[in-house]
């Protein structure tokens, strides 16, 4: 079993030294949903929610959120992300939008950690968007599905394809 890297030897947290790391190109990609009725799906389709454009604003915080990873995770190192995107995958039938961060780095560390962030942080806007026409939301299934980089390479989500990574 792997130790945990967050905690010196005496069981404290601790930052990573990553100063020995190799830099290089490093990518995470996560995802979440948000479970809704189909009327709402439609009103988020039409851009006739009062707030405004539901999913502009969404993408919009989910992207300033990875860029605040390590101000709100206490031991995350502050990375230069040099992109950032964000999709939404809109399913009226199902009541459900699948949202998906992807975030990319040149560094000594991967980010992981502002990927998930930034999912989070968009699926809470999007619930923020349209709390007032279905109280009964849900966020779920949050995860991260896929990074590449560093000494581990690529790694996959367990019953994963690639495929819904790249969406």
Not at 14 to 23: L, T
Not at 72 to 85: D, E
Request: hydrophobic fraction near 45%; charged fraction near 15%; proline fraction near 4%.
């Amino acid at each position: 079993m792997q130790q945990l890297t967050h905690l010196d030897q005496s069981g404290q947290a601790s930052m990573v030294d990553v100063s020995q790391k190799a830099i290089t190109t490093r990518q995470a990609t996560a995802t979440a949903l948000l479970h809704t009725t189909p009327q709402v799906i439609q009103l988020i389709e039409l851009q006739l929610v009062k707030k405004g454009d539901v999913l502009a604003t969404a993408r919009l915080a989910g992207i300033m959120a990875t860029k605040q990873t390590s101000q709100l995770i206490p031991l995350c190192h502050p990375l230069p992300l040099s992109q950032v995107q964000v999709h939404f995958q809109l399913d009226q039938s199902k009541g459900q939008i699948r949202i998906q961060c992807c975030c990319k780095v040149t560094a000594n560390t991967g980010v992981e950690m502002e990927a998930m962030t930034g999912v989070c942080i968009a699926a809470l806007t999007l619930y923020d968007m349209v709390k007032a026409v279905d109280p009964a939301l849900q966020i779920s299934a949050v995860q991260l599905l896929e990074k590449q980089g560093g000494k581990s390479g690529v790694w996959l989500a367990p019953n994963v394809q690639k495929e819904t990574a790249d969406a």
